[in-house]
């Protein structure tokens, strides 16, 4: 037994740090600042911004600007250089203008008067696809701090589970005491005392396993605060989970396809747009400067343009359906999820009347557990009790202790699963 214990513990990792107690309220706050899923989710917000600021930007119009210097002897450039610089002269050979070197400077502006409406369809698209992830991120939330919770209680269950461990080893240990004074006194058999000493090897396992389950327990909930090498212990239970007083449904997930719909509707309205003529204009200003001429000169231009795409090979019109089949699907999917919903909401209530009622009787168990208990030791140490009862009384008591553990922890879960399903904040 010794040699158990013994590498138990040196098998553990040697390396994790155990950190300050923490309160429920603030292992949530510290999930919410650390977990890599926040993290992840606040980026894919960021990544959407980014996209609406890019559509946003087809309502300004674009300026440039630009330089450049060219020396040649082709006739048509280094004319139209000599023109442009305001160097013209008689007497310059049309066919032979010689080498002509030119410093242009040139700036412009272009703006879209009209597309269809294809900027607004894709601007209204970019910002429900960024309401979207916003509403994704509650979900994550609300996911990552139902996990906190159900892992902080899973510690207190192990620590709880531990204690009633050492408990029943220690009932069993004074019992074996008892069980030695009689064997010694004549009234007991041998086979008596090694019951009680099975069962105190029995105990001793079940008290590694309660060791072993506290770790994980510790390690699962370190993890969910983004903690590395460091195992964080559950301290107070500062929170009340009440039932709510309202039942309406407040999912995230929904809103969040509700969203998703309106900006594949969007969608459909920017692919429309591309049948329709686009309209432009521009206007730009040059400035030209030669070193061999040693002239300048400055000009400008502006106009409108307008585009219509005549046939496509059908491109159009498949990109409609397909965005069109993209839509239906979601409207199924979101269906589904309601239906999902809606079992989860049943599933839920119905739990929470279930734990309540099962915590009110495993309650009264451990009363009437402790009692007999404390009768049939007594009724042992007169020799009134065989062993084997003794045991089966001892172990109902650990058993009713840990039934209890788990029906005040599954009560407490009850009410947060039931809330999470109805979309409501666990506490205020």
């Keep these: ?32 600042k650390n977990n890599p899923c926040i993290q992840e989710a606040t980026e894919r917000i960021n990544q959407a911004q980014a996209q609406t600021e890019q559509f946003r930007a087809a309502f300004s119009p674009m300026v440039n600007v630009g330089s450049s210097y060219t020396r040649t002897d082709l006739p ?35 703006y879209n008067i009209y597309n269809g409406g294809k900027d607004k369809a894709s601007m209204e698209m970019a910002r429900k696809q960024h309401q979207s992830k916003q509403k994704n991120k509650e979900t994550i939330e609300s996911e990552l701090i139902f996990a906190v919770i159900v892992a902080f209680y ?44 099975v069962q105190i090897a029995k105990s001793t396992e079940d008290q590694i396993k309660n060791k072993h389950m506290l770790v994980i327990a ?30 309406k449904r407040q999912r995230a ?4 396809f509700d969203l998703q719909i309106s900006a594949l509707e969007a969608k459909i309205s ?71 919903i809606e079992l989860e909401n049943e599933q839920t209530r119905s739990e929470v009347s ?7 009787v495993v309650r009264k168990m451990v009363e009437l557990a402790e009692e007999t208990a404390q ?26 202790k840990m039934r209890f553990t788990l029906a005040k922890n599954n009560k407490i879960l009850s009410i947060a699963r039931y809330r999470k399903s109805l979309g409501q904040k666990f506490f205020d």
Excluded: H
């Design 253 to 256: 997930e929904l809103a969040a």
């Design 270 to 340: 920017s692919i429309r747009a591309e049948r329709l003529p686009s309209i432009n204009t521009f206007a730009n200003t040059y400035y030209n400067k030669g070193g061999k001429t040693g002239g300048n000169g400055t000009c400008w231009g502006l106009g409108v343009s307008v585009n219509l795409n005549v046939w496509d090979g059908q491109l159009v019109s498949s990109k409609i359906r397909e965005a069109q089949a993209e839509l239906r699907a979601a409207n199924a999917k979101k269906k589904q999820l309601e239906l999902a």
């Design 354 to 360: 279930e734990k309540f009622e099962r915590y009110q």
């Design 154 to 197: 899973n510690i207190k269950q192990a620590e709880e589970c531990l204690k009633n461990s050492e408990g029943e080893l220690a009932a069993f240990k004074s019992n074996l005491d008892v069980a030695e004074i009689k064997y010694k006194g004549g009234t007991l058999l041998k086979d008596e005392v090694l019951k009680w000493e």
């Design 218 to 247: 510790r390690k699962t909930l370190s993890n969910l605060l983004g903690l590395r090498n460091s195992m964080v212990t559950a301290g107070d239970d500062d929170i009340e989970f009440k039932l709510p007083t309202d039942e």
């Design 76 to 110: 048509m450039n280094a004319f139209g250089n000599i023109i442009n610089q305001r160097s013209y002269r008689q007497g310059i050979d049309f066919n032979r203008p010689g080498t002509v070197d030119n410093l242009g400077v040139q700036g412009g502006i272009s």
């Design 1 to 32: 037994m010794k040699k158990i214990i013994f590498y138990t513990i040196f098998l553990l990792p040697i390396n994790w740090a155990f950190a300050e107690a923490l309160s429920l309220r603030q292992a949530i706050e510290m999930a919410l």
């Design 375 to 400: 009768l049939s030791r007594k009724r042992y140490s007169e020799g009134l009790l065989l062993t084997s009862d003794l045991i089966s009384v001892e172990q109902a008591l650990s058993d009713s």
